[in-house]
């Protein structure tokens, strides 16, 4: 059952992750300052989310893993979604 | 079945001492055998010294007012023994146990897939449960804002709260690490053959408990880190006056807690879908239902929190959207008690007392899971909140059915475990007192709950005196029921009888192995042609 296959990722493509990464921070510090009233929250999660699929895609090697494995942690952002959707149904309604 | 090689040159794990001697070839082992054996008896000795203050709690509710202990002395008892019946005993309990000793056994694999780390779970879970016993004693006292640690109080409240939530704190990495373990091995170490869908159900009911340790255990992780910044520095994250909002504290903390119930009650579950096939000698009834509802009840269980919340200040269209996904996830658990009683329809059954054992689970689970309709719903929850109706049901659902199902656990288990038998009649007289024991304990709860006993109070009008009477009779009965079922294991895993390799006549791989298995467990790899419950 084990997938024991290794891939070896270029310096250059490393590189380029590292640079998205810091560029979505420089953004998610500049956002802050600007006023989007009930938006702020879900912007910076937006931004988070984004940068956690690229560290998970990139550096943790999910884009070369199966697709039960993608699609198991594609649940994991919707759950999260879904958590945090919920919890705004009492803050947003009470 | 399967095609199982047992080993040629065995030797027992028992035996088996490796470069280390002494108590050091246990506490340096990654056998996850063994590291099942040293969390079984570190839970025993929490469970045993937590059962000591539940019934210092029935000595103190004999009488109305003051029996044997201050309310403020109360108050500490319950929390201390909430904390250490929750997160040292019933969240690690089944998964770390049995999970630990039987999943890689189950799917045909010589360990886990990180033995290291597997030992490196339970080193943190003793740091964190020697953390939780130093919050009692050290010198601002115990801790007494109860096993949920509400905010504002737990902000304010001088006792020893930094240290219990930081014991909690620890006890999660422990819990994340299994999870971790567990998914990783069901998804690498599978034997060939062996598709997901005939895997046995135990290792179902882990995988999905497994993913509720993940990813909960983490939120209770930072709201936890909360609360202790907030009691450090001041900084407004729950208590008002600081410009928080104390229901953000009771969210985050459902968010974990209430999946945690789950993960307490899946591997129950899948205890009991593993005995009732072998005791009926019958395949399951529904295998593909039995196993999609374990996901089924991690996934909506994720998403039912806010019922512990309906009184709290929500908002109401929060209460009734947390009301309907309540009775969702109660879907899933009906599936698997039909399919269970199912299964038993025509079977060839032989009572012995694990079956015995997951009968009463049944029984006491359907009378946990249903009166958890009641507390589901809006309209009947807001009269019973915070009375001992919801103690009642608690421990319907976390002692009826998480402790019989380890009881059934251990019952099923032990001879394979230690390689000897125990005295079924022994075993029968203590699940007869238990189960007698456990109900008048808890089952007066619920009528004097109804009537408008709160919880968590010391004192009570003298009306509720004989409810309290019988429910104290109960605990002692109980204990007695305990003391013997414990001899009588304790007994048999010493001086019993020489276990058979298949004593229930068992389907799954680990009757297919000696007992107790060797190191490695099998000689050859397993292949695996046929499902595990083939009693054709």
Redesign the interface.
């Known amino acids: 059952m084990a997938n024991n296959t290794t891939h070896t990722i270029e310096y250059q493509s490393l590189s380029k992750t590292l640079l998205i990464l810091l560029f979505l921070t420089f953004v998610t510090i500049t956002i802050a300052s600007v006023h989007l009233g009930a938006f702020t929250l879900a912007v910076a999660l937006l931004i988070a989310c984004v940068k956690s699929f690229i560290v998970l895609s990139n550096f943790m090697h999910l884009k070369y893993e199966s697709l039960l494995l993608r699609i198991l942690v594609g649940m994991v952002f919707v759950l999260f979604a879904l958590i945090v959707a919920i919890t705004f149904i009492d803050y947003a309604f009470r | 079945m399967s095609n199982v090689s047992a080993n040629s040159e065995y030797v027992s794990y028992l035996d088996h001492h490796g470069k280390y001697k002494g108590i050091m070839s246990w506490i340096m082992a990654t056998d996850h055998k063994r590291i099942a054996l040293l969390y079984m008896y570190s839970i025993m000795t929490f469970f045993i010294i937590g059962v000591v203050l539940g019934i210092m709690m029935k000595l103190e509710m004999l009488t109305p007012g003051e029996t044997i202990m201050k309310a403020k002395m109360y108050n500490s008892v319950f929390t201390l023994h909430g904390i250490l019946m929750i997160f040292m005993v019933v969240i690690p309990g089944l998964s770390a146990v049995f999970g630990n000793f039987f999943l890689p056994i189950h799917i045909g694999a010589k360990d886990v897939s990180f033995p290291k780390l597997n030992r490196f779970s339970w080193w943190i879970f003793v740091v964190g449960s020697i953390m939780a016993v130093l919050s009692q004693v050290l010198k601002d006292g115990p801790p007494d804002t109860g096993w949920t640690f509400y905010a504002p109080y737990s902000t304010t409240t001088s006792s020893n709260v930094i240290m219990a939530t930081a014991a909690a704190f620890v006890l999660g990495f422990s819990s994340i690490l299994t999870g971790l373990n567990f998914i990783v091995t069901i998804?690498?170490?599978?034997?060939?053959g062996?598709k997901f869908f005939n895997m046995p159900l135990f290792p179902w009911a882990l995988y999905a408990t497994a993913w509720i340790q993940l990813?909960a255990t983490p939120v209770i992780g930072i709201t936890l880190l909360m609360l202790i910044a907030e009691r450090a520095f001041h900084i407004g994250f729950f208590d008002p006056a600081l410009g928080g909002d104390p229901?953000l504290f009771q969210?985050l903390f459902w968010?974990y807690s209430h999946p945690a119930v789950y993960v307490m009650m899946l591997p129950a579950m899948g205890v009991i879908t593993e005995i009732i096939p072998t005791f009926c000698q019958r395949q399951i009834y529904g295998y593909k239902a039995v196993a999609v509802s374990s996901l089924a009840i991690a996934?909506v269980g994720?998403?039912v929190w806010?019922h512990h919340m309906y009184t709290s200040?929500?908002?109401?269209?929060?209460r009734w959207?947390?009301s309907l996904l309540t009775f969702i996830v109660a879907v899933p658990s009906a599936i698997k008690v039909f399919n269970w009683i199912t299964t038993m329809y025509k079977g060839s059954i032989d009572v012995k007392p694990p079956f015995l054992y997951a009968l009463a689970f049944i029984f006491l689970f359907i009378i946990g899971g249903t009166t958890g309709l009641l507390l589901g719903s809006v309209a009947t929850n807001v009269q019973v909140h915070d009375t001992a109706f919801v103690v009642a049901h608690f421990h319907y659902i976390i002692f009826g059915g998480m402790g019989f199902a380890f009881f059934a656990a251990i019952h099923y288990w032990l001879p394979k475990m230690y390689g000897r038998m125990y005295d079924f009649k022994m075993a029968n007289i203590g699940l007869v007192i238990n189960f007698i024991g456990f109900n008048l304990l808890y089952f007066p709860q619920f009528v004097i709950g109804i009537q408008g006993m709160p919880r968590r109070y010391f004192d009570y009008p003298a009306k509720f005196q004989p409810a309290q009477l019988v429910s104290s009779i109960g605990g002692f009965i109980l204990v007695t029921g305990l003391i013997i079922m414990i001899y009588t294991l304790v007994k048999g895993a010493r001086k019993g009888a020489p276990a058979p390799a298949n004593p229930w006549r068992g389907s799954t791989l680990e009757w297919q192995i000696p007992s107790p298995p060797s190191v490695e467990n099998f000689d050859e790899e397993p292949v695996i042609k046929e499902n595990p419950y083939d009693y054709k």
């Open positions: 998804h690498q170490l599978r034997a060939p062996m990813l229901l969210h968010i996934g994720f998403l806010g200040g929500m908002s109401d269209t929060a959207f947390f």
